[in-house]
């Protein structure tokens, strides 16, 4: 699996940002995200019970993370046709802010090394990826948890503040300063 401090691999695949078959989908790659952070989440199958809970609670973030001149995008090993469907059957879905990659080739999934070798699906791997392309954070959860997007809002923020961040530190709050820390010793 693909950690911190490596390159994001390229890749190229078609996404699905609509539900308007005229404009539903767009082709996307890695060069898309040069000189941004982004947050790359994947779930493991669409049509399925934890992965729309993750999708609409990132969704509701997409701003927050827009803010912080970082992209969301959700993935899987869905085809671009099944996003659609998906996002056409599920009302929570519809209006969805970030596109939802389909990694049908599972190129991108194997090269970051996240698919499970019993299902074929992706685990529940999130990256966060500087303006770079250094991946900077990596989590990745069995099929049947979901994740905190809380979390990662809170860890990219720690990532640009470029400071020492202590546990549950947020955005707005103090620091670690290492010389009045080594003063106190």
């Known amino acids: 699996m693909l950690t911190v401090g490596q390159k994001l691999p390229e890749f190229q695949v078609t996404a699905t940002v609509g539900t308007d078959p005229d404009s539903a989908f767009k082709n996307f790659s890695n060069k898309d995200l040069q000189g941004k952070w982004s947050v790359i989440f994947f779930w493991p199958k669409d049509f399925t019970f934890i992965c729309p809970t993750e999708i609409v609670a990132y969704d509701k ?23 659609l469907a998906w996002r056409k059957h599920k009302d929570d879905l519809a209006n969805l802010k970030m596109p939802m990659l389909a990694d049908v080739r ?7 090394g996240i698919l499970s070798p019993a299902e074929g699906v992706p685990f529940r791997a999130t990256f966060i990826v500087d303006d770079s392309g250094i991946i900077r954070h990596v989590t990745v959860n069995d099929l049947s948890v979901g994740r905190n997007p809380q979390e990662t809002l809170r860890i990219l923020d720690a990532l640009q503040s470029d400071e020492l961040c ?20």
């Open 166 to 185: 202590p546990c549950n530190w947020k955005k707005g709050e103090g620091t670690i300063d290492v010389k009045t820390e080594i003063g106190k010793l």
């Open 106 to 112: 599972r190129e991108l999934s194997e090269a970051l």
């Open 61 to 83: 973030l997409f701003n927050d993370f827009a803010d912080r001149d970082c992209l969301l995008l959700g993935a899987s090993v869905d085809s671009e046709f099944v996003h």
